[in-house]
């Protein structure tokens, strides 16, 4: 999948949305956080459901603050943990690219 880390002013909600434009629906969702100083960090547990009956190609939307930053994320599909490497836009878009076009699966 892909993550799409836009300015939250660009766009109003985040989450996995479908390559039709729909967002798959929010099942649950918990938040830590930790205070050190001036620095807040967040780790966020969202579920999301499947609902329908053939797999699905999504985007991960998280809208940020220019001030904010992701240092990691990890997913877990159908019991399979996936550990994303960011890489900025562009670079990620052609290796994903290059991965559907040699026949892999996204996650």
Known sequence: FIIDMAEAS???????VKSNGQSLPLRSLV??????????GLQARLSYENDDK?????????????????VGLTAVVDGRKIIAELQEKEEAR??????????????
């Open 54 to 70: 053939d797999p699905l190609e999504v985007m991960f939307r998280m809208p940020l603050e220019s001030t904010q930053a992701v």
């Open 10 to 16: 660009e766009q109003s909600s985040g989450g996995l």
């Open 31 to 40: 938040v830590e956080g930790d205070v050190k100083g001036y620095i807040l």
């Open 94 to 107: 052609t290796a994903y690219d290059d991965a559907i076009a040699g026949g892999q699966t996204s996650a």
